[in-house]
DNA sequence: AAGGGTATATGCTATTAACAGATAGCTATG
DNA sequence: CATAGCTATCTGTTAATAGCATATACCCTT
């Protein structure tokens, strides 16, 4: 999980698979850029930093059992801004296949 | 350039690409793992980190021009673990792969 | 002798996520 | 009705990693 969390939590958004906190982090698998559960810490401070810069807005849910839930949404910018991570993923992403197939070639 | 440096050098040194750290700072991109060059603070506190793991092996050169040289050597475990690395960046770059395709299906 | 390239090393800082725990609402069970 | 457990959010602290800066020093050229 290196700097996974922003991007997996951005698409999250985006396609309405979840929409808040606690959702995030049970759903966070599926994107498969991490396999195993992200922390929820990593993922409240993310919500939080991603609203600071307009990539999501909330509001908070008091209409659902249990307690209240701050539901975020996705912006235009936010979209962009995803769009973003998938180029940088795409390019890193080949990176790492490239190199290792480079170093399986060593033996 | 997030945790790239520690599978950069074993690769450079396993191939007898470089041997020393300044050498190793200068072909780092080589590998395509990263684009600029790696910070040389990385490259030496990782050689420490690796010889003090047994990965890698050292000696000092005083035999060339120039101030000395610490010329490192990957053992066995080294290109084990190398070997390790490579598995895990080929998963992780499947898996960027695979969340840039989703991310580009969106619109 | 002064400056520039080679070479190693460490101090400090920023970012990120992992780990841990606090708070609190709601629900089911005994 | 007490209490345990699940849902839900949030914050404190720490560890890992890399970026930036700096110190030291050798050697060669001008």
Known sequence: M??????????????GKAQYGYELMEK????GL???????????????????NGYVISRWD??????????YEITQAGREHLAEW???LRRLGTSMTQFADACDNLR
Chains 1, 2 share one sequence.
């Open 2 to 15: 290196y700097r996974m969390v922003e991007p997996t939590v951005l698409y999250l958004l985006a396609t």
């Open 28 to 31: 966070a698998h599926e994107t």
């Open 86 to 88: 998938a180029v940088l």
């Open 34 to 52: 991490t396999d195993s559960e992200i922390d929820a810490g990593a993922i409240y401070r993310t919500l939080s930093a991603l609203e600071e």
């Open 62 to 71: 008091a209409g659902t059992s249990g307690p209240a839930r701050h539901v």
